[in-house]
């Protein structure tokens, strides 16, 4: 059973933007997280957060290399991620993740989306 749905993903040219956008299932709440948050994957890269917000009071936080460029956002059961200004460098698999908020991070990831690519071109 899918519990987390991305979309938005697709080709852009380098100062472009997309919104990804993340649905979670009505059963997501069996999981007991409270934040969700924004990983990606590079090719030949390991995982990396990109972003975070705590679902019971919109405390956000982001990744150095995003800041600035990229904002993530919730409303009820869907989270978001804006994202402005991409570079080439922002070429990955982007995956939605819902955890546990500890130490001002959503960490303790207990459900993962399956990905959706975001490719951008110079």
């Known amino acids: 059973q899918v519990h987390l749905v991305e979309s938005g993903g697709g080709s852009v040219q380098a100062g472009g933007s997309l919104r990804l956008s993340c649905a979670a299932s009505?059963?997501?709440?069996?999981?007991?997280?409270?934040?969700m948050a924004w990983w990606r994957q590079a090719p030949g890269k390991e995982r990396e957060g990109v972003a975070n917000i705590y679902s019971g009071g919109g405390w956000t936080n982001y990744a150095d290399s995003v800041k600035g460029r990229f904002t993530i956002a919730q409303d009820k059961s869907t989270v978001y991620l804006q994202m402005n200004s991409l570079k080439p460098e922002d070429t990955a698999m982007y995956y939605c993740a819902a955890g546990v908020w500890s130490g001002g991070v959503c960490g303790g990831i207990r459900v993962w989306g399956q990905g959706t690519q975001v490719t951008v071109s110079s």
């Open positions: 009505e059963d997501i709440y069996k999981f007991r997280t409270n934040c």
